[in-house]
């Protein structure tokens, strides 16, 4: 679509950052080096190299986890006050390094700063609030107040500072200590978290971060004196995990892939529902393990709905992360990038028809346009895979039934979103589908305070609100 004014760049200025050559290890409180082989952590949208990071070998993991068995008697002994002094001070740090964060989040990720700093880092912060309350409170929680021990924590690349919220926050509120590995190709803002507990003066040993690849999460899961293992990425990891830790004493939580339902029915607002179809699938590139990949849209509506969706996506600006104006970022990786590709064409010679807005994509870097596939059939690969990439496949339905029958026909079930003037017909819908999440008239909200997690392939166990406690303590 021919933009009416052309936008003015709006870069955010990356100086507040000030990226180190290399970064070591953080065991017990220090910078360390790794004994494993070094690699580069790269920016995305440019493909210039960050810094080169430490890999931990099993050794170092085991340092670290001693360290964590160390720090655990006398950490789990402080009042649960005393634990929420540091955890209120920590997400106090993460508010005033708030800029700071956001730009290192889309230097090393991709995303789009507006996102980095709206959503993702305030929500960092909220989740640090949220369990710091949590913490002297634990008696009425009633999972008990007892810790596990040691909490092995393996993350994602997509929301590389929020997962690593999600994991620590709850983690540590309860008592207990950490080993957490960031993804490799995007492991900075965990070591700037590192930093941030060394200005919180948090005790040594209680937060370790140890980077590397999936050798490192794999030696973090297996090492035989973790006590709680909790993952989040692929389903195809999260197998090798369950099978890892089974016959083990050691506890598990597990937040897997989606495929989730955004379902639109004819009475619905079709332009909130547009931009709650754009919000559920565009967001971060479509690297959202709850994104909305699947619309289903009731038949009648069908074309007015594509059209309106098709006006809006040519207003999407793709782009320069750091840019204010960018609404879609870079891809996280060359083999996302490829992984995306290929089930896009495989999209295509199922007989699915594909469709982007114009748009012009930088030429270095990692880049996918926003893509919307129709005629999809759930037969279709595009239907049934995670595409994990900014790619919408639509499917239509006739009645509720149907689109009940259509939503729940994956092995997957994280989330989902329903689009309707009738709160009955929430209600009913609801209480029919098998997803971890069901958002009404919106979608991708996300609240500490609400528990996430899924059924069936997409994992098990809760984060967030109340029952992300009893994922942390002795029940
Ligand atoms: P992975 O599941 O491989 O990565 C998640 C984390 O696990 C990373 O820190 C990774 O390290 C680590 N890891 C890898 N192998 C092991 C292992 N054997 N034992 C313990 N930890 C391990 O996801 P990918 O990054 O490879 O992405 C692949 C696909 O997974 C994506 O295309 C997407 O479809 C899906 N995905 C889903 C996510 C979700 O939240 N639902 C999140 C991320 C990916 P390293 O980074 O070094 O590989």
Request: charged fraction near 20%; proline fraction near 5%; hydrophobic fraction near 45%.
């Amino acid at each position: 679509m021919m933009a009416i004014f052309e936008y003015a760049p709006a870069p955010e200025s990356r100086d507040i950052v000030d990226i180190k050559a290399s970064y070591g290890l953080f065991i017990d409180g220090e910078f360390v080096d790794g004994s494993g082989t070094p690699f580069k952590t790269i920016n995305p949208a440019t493909e210039e190299t960050l810094a080169e990071v430490a890999t931990a070998s099993s050794d170092d993991v085991d340092r670290a986890v001693q360290a964590a068995r160390k720090a655990f008697g006398a950490w789990s002994a402080l009042p649960g006050a005393e634990r929420a002094k540091y955890l209120f001070r920590i997400a106090r740090i993460i508010q005033e390094r708030a800029r700071e964060l956001a730009v290192l989040e889309s230097l090393d990720n991709g995303k789009p700063i507006r996102e980095s700093r709206d959503v993702d880092v305030p929500l960092v912060a909220a989740h640090f609030f949220y369990y710091a309350g949590w913490a002297d409170k634990l008696e009425y929680a009633g999972f008990g107040t007892k810790p596990l021990g040691v909490a092995g924590q393996v993350i994602p690349w997509n929301f590389p500072l929020l997962m690593l919220a999600w994991k620590i926050a709850p983690a540590l509120a309860c008592g207990n200590t950490v080993v957490l590995k960031p993804a490799e190709t995007t492991p900075l803002t965990a070591l700037w978290f590192a930093e941030i507990c060394r200005q919180a003066d948090l005790p040594p040993g209680v937060v370790n971060i140890v980077t590397g690849a999936g050798e490192t999460g794999a030696a973090v899961v297996g090492h035989p004196d973790v006590d709680k293992v909790a993952f989040t990425g692929s389903t195809e990891v999260g197998r090798l995990i369950a099978r890892a830790v089974a016959g083990t004493d050691k506890k598990l939580t597990l937040e897997l892939g989606g495929k989730a339902a955004n379902i639109v029915f004819a009475d619905a607002a079709i332009d909130q529902a547009v931009e709650g179809i754009v919000n559920g699938i565009f967001f971060n590139q479509g690297h959202v393990c709850c994104a909305g990949s699947r619309l289903l849209v009731q038949e009648s509506v069908q074309e007015e709905l594509l059209a309106a969706l098709k006006r809006r996506l040519g207003t999407l600006r793709v782009g320069d992360p750091l840019d204010k104006n960018t609404d879609v970022g870079a891809i996280n990786s060359a083999e996302q990038l490829a992984k995306i590709r290929e089930l896009s064409q495989i999209g295509e010679s199922e007989g699915a028809e594909r469709w982007s807005p114009a748009c012009e994509l930088p030429e270095q870097g990692f880049w996918f346009p926003p893509t919307i596939f129709t005629g999809v059939a759930q037969s279709h690969t595009i239907a049934r895979d995670e595409i994990f990439g900014p790619v919408l496949s639509v499917l239509t339905f006739r009645t509720p039934a149907e689109a009940v029958e259509k939503a729940n026909n994956t092995p997957y079930g994280l989330s989902a979103g329903i689009w309707t003037e009738k709160g009955s017909r929430i209600l009913w819908m609801a209480d029919r589908l098998r997803a971890g999440v069901v958002w009404a008239n919106t979608f991708n909200k996300f609240d500490p305070a609400s528990p996430f997690g899924g059924y069936k392939e997409s994992g098990y166990g809760r984060e967030g609100g109340l029952h992300g406690l009893e994922a942390y303590l002795d029940v």
